[in-house]
């Protein structure tokens, strides 16, 4: 299984990106997928989830509003837009498939199996 996450950037507060996670020898229908991020000096810590059908999504209280989860199975990807950023959202995000859930999804890291290297989002005027 391979993860790929991209469309990290360097931005303004109050700007957007669209993360990609993107996999390859696995069909990501059968995975819940997971968000993380990890700035510096810090735990990872998870930002969204998001279900294997996509009818169940989650997000931690800081990005709730601003953050949107979502999943194209045709096109094998999962993406998190990320709107209004804050310096604080500043961080590595990486994503991550679970195998196991069949209903749901967490925000957990250790109910996570799977990673992709991660994409960097700096927010900084």
């Known amino acids: 299984v391979q993860l790929q996450a991209s469309g990290g950037g360097l931005v303004q507060p109050g700007g957007s990106l669209r993360l990609s996670c993107a996999a390859s020898?696995?069909?990501?229908?059968?995975?819940?997928i997971g968000w993380f991020r990890q700035a510096p000096g810090k735990e990872r810590e998870g930002v969204s989830c998001?279900?294997?059908?996509?009818?169940?999504?989650y997000y931690t209280d800081s990005v709730k509003g601003r953050f949107t989860i979502s999943r194209d199975n045709a096109k094998n990807t999962v993406y998190l837009q990320v709107n209004n950023l804050k310096p604080e959202d500043t961080a590595v995000y990486y994503c991550?498939?679970?195998?196991?859930?069949?209903?749901?999804?967490?925000?957990?890291?250790?109910?996570?199996?799977?990673w992709g290297q991660g994409t960097q989002v700096t927010v900084s005027s």
């Open positions: 998001i279900s294997r059908s996509g009818s169940i999504t």
């Open positions: 991550a498939a679970d195998g196991s859930t069949w209903y749901g999804c967490g925000l957990t890291v250790g109910e996570y199996d799977r």
């Open positions: 020898r696995i069909t990501l229908d059968y995975y819940a």
